[in-house]
């Protein structure tokens, strides 16, 4: 899926799992993504979203540094136009709920049922208006 003006979004994939970075990066590029950064915590991601201004951010809510929330308000603070999507295996309503008013468009359990985070990931995409 491409962007209006006809480019890929670029992504921000920050999990502190590589193994987890590794597979949404290949979710990502196989749904035609740009994944333009990777990162294990929550201070290289913040630097990332400042010097690489990706259209979407994938997220670790438990990340070994900082909390997800609170790193999806320092990104909103710097760009408020950047889409995040959180995952956790962690998915209590109220941690949903928390996340989505910081700024988050929307949540992806763990573990990943790609079939389901690609159409999230789509769906985030689409109704984007970019």
Not at 26 to 32: C, R
Not at 57 to 85: A, E, Q
Request: glycine content about 8%; hydrophobic content about 45%; overall charge negative.
């Amino acid at each position: 899926m491409q962007k209006k003006d006809g480019n890929p979004f670029d992504f921000l994939i920050v999990d502190d799992s590589r193994f987890a970075r590794s597979s949404l990066v290949k979710l990502v590029e196989g749904i035609g993504g740009n994944v333009v950064g990777e990162a294990a915590s929550g201070e290289e991601a913040l630097r990332l979203h400042e010097e690489l201004h990706p259209d979407l951010v994938t997220m670790d809510l438990s990340l070994p540094d900082v909390d997800g929330i609170i790193l999806v308000r320092k990104m909103m603070s710097v760009d408020p136009h950047t889409l995040i999507i959180l995952s956790s295996g962690i998915s209590h309503e109220e941690v949903i709920e928390e996340a989505l008013r910081a700024g988050a468009e929307h949540f992806i359990s763990k573990p990943l049922d790609v079939e389901k985070a690609v159409q999230i990931i789509e769906w985030v995409m689409r109704t984007s208006g970019r």
